[in-house]
């Protein structure tokens, strides 16, 4: 007995150190990326990536928001459609994935069979640029963000076998006490798919987060730029100027700015907002990719 218990104790010693240091494996990192951007190149080049700065330099900071306006409405552009994006992304994907999901739907699997198809072949860019230009006239318009991706074949698919895998009791339970399906839908199956819906918002708000092919497609209204896309931009400016620069033989303070914290400030400014909402989502993502993904 007294064998067992040492033999557990020292197995869960074991886990705990491969644990902490899996942990440090990834916040490490982090911290050289945080403090790459608060130095400046020469001391990258001179001492390495170091985890805590010993010379601090905002310059690449100073030169991203050099327009704080600008950076202003794109964070707020980022916001409006990572938000409104997703809360609609998903309502409209569990509209469609429940019914699906029911298997007194008569025409389910030949609905499935049409969306799976979407996820083999698709119309392409330019068939989809025309259609988003021509016909629906969504160029410049902030809707371009939201309205042609607002539904995914594969997560669709994962909501569906989600929702598979519950009780069909709950939902028979239900009709006999007269509820619609709207109702079972809301308070019933809602409820229960916390972990997939969690799952695929945080999918939905990473991928409207980090959107800028379409704004470089349909978008030329500086007010309407995303973060990415303005980030990116603010990068090529800098590297230009910094050839420009070498190439004329110019070497003066204003025309030498940084390129490696650049980038990494860039990163920071980019990334920091998913760090920290992203343990909201932690509880429920696991359980979702791992129920959502069992066939149905």
Request: aromatic residues 14%; glycine residues 4%; proline residues 5%.
């Amino acid at each position: 007995m007294i064998e067992n218990k040492k033999s557990f104790v020292f197995m869960q010693t074991c886990l705990h150190v491969i644990f902490i240091m899996a942990c440090i494996s990834f916040v490490i990192p982090l911290m050289i990326l945080v403090s790459s951007s608060l130095t400046s190149d020469q001391a990258i080049r001179d001492l390495g990536y170091p985890i805590i700065p010993k010379l601090i330099d905002l310059t690449a900071y100073k030169i991203i928001f050099r327009n704080p306006q600008k950076m202003v409405t794109a964070y707020e552009v980022t916001a409006f459609i990572s938000v409104v994006g997703s809360l609609l992304s998903v309502i409209v994907m569990g509209l469609i994935a429940y019914p699906l999901s029911r298997r007194d739907f008569a025409y389910r699997k030949g609905i499935t069979q049409y969306i799976f198809l979407t996820m083999l072949f698709s119309g392409g860019l330019i068939p989809g640029y025309i259609l988003t230009t021509q016909y629906l006239h969504m160029n410049d318009n902030i809707l371009v963000y939201i309205i042609p991706s607002l539904a995914s074949a594969w997560y669709i698919i994962i909501m569906r076998t989600f929702f598979q895998a519950l009780p069909i009791s709950l939902i028979e339970s239900a009709k006999m006490d007269g509820a619609k399906e709207l109702y079972i839908l809301m308070r019933i199956i809602a409820p229960l798919s916390k972990p997939v819906i969690a799952t695929i918002g945080l999918f939905c708000l990473l991928g409207k987060w980090n959107e800028w092919y379409m704004t470089l497609l349909y978008i030329r209204n500086e007010k309407l730029f995303t973060l990415q896309y303005l980030l990116q931009r603010v990068l090529n400016e800098v590297q230009f100027l910094k050839e420009y620069a070498s190439q004329m033989n110019i070497y003066t303070a204003n025309m030498k700015p940084p390129t490696l914290s650049m980038r990494y400030a860039l990163t920071v400014v980019a990334a920091g907002p998913m760090l920290i909402i992203f343990p909201f989502f932690q509880k429920y993502f696991t359980k979702g990719l791992t129920i959502g993904a069992v066939k149905g």
